[in-house]
């Protein structure tokens, strides 16, 4: 089993940085990529990035792509999210996630049931 932990959440105000962390733990050798979602009150979960573990190779949401950046650090089993020029908009719960799928397209990487193990997710508050 594989299980992921976010931290790094917390306020900020319009125009700031945050950098949000993800650590595994467990068979992680068994995952092949790891993704950022994020949800609002009231609105569905929403795909913010996502990373291959070996390639490096990177997807983002039109929403962040360009502000957010996603990486990884095989060797501490941790992604990072690193959000600049935070919005309002912005506010949520994010959520890390790991999935030992062989293969994405663009749409794949989107979706949540593409992803089997879950953090209990971390809120971010942006004010403006």
């Known amino acids: 089993q594989v299980q992921v932990a976010e931290s790094g959440g917390g306020l900020a105000q319009a125009g700031d940085s945050l950098r949000l962390s993800c650590a595994a733990s467990?068979?992680?050798?068994?995952?092949?990529?790891m993704g950022w979602f994020r949800q609002a009150p009231g609105k569905e979960r929403e795909f913010v990035a996502m990373i291959f573990l070996n390639s490096a190779r990177t997807y983002y949401g039109d929403s962040v792509e360009g502000r957010f950046t996603i990486s990884r650090d095989n060797a501490r089993k941790t992604v990072y999210l690193q959000m600049n020029s935070l919005k309002p908009e912005d506010t949520a719960v994010y959520f890390c996630?790991?999935?030992?799928?062989?293969?994405?397209?663009?749409?794949?990487?989107?979706?949540?049931?593409?992803?089997?193990?879950w953090g209990q997710g971390t809120q971010v508050t942006v004010s403006s």
């Open positions: 467990g068979r992680t050798l068994t995952r092949s990529a």
């Open positions: 996630a790991a999935s030992g799928r062989s293969s994405f397209t663009r749409t794949t990487a989107a979706s949540p049931e593409s992803y089997d193990n």
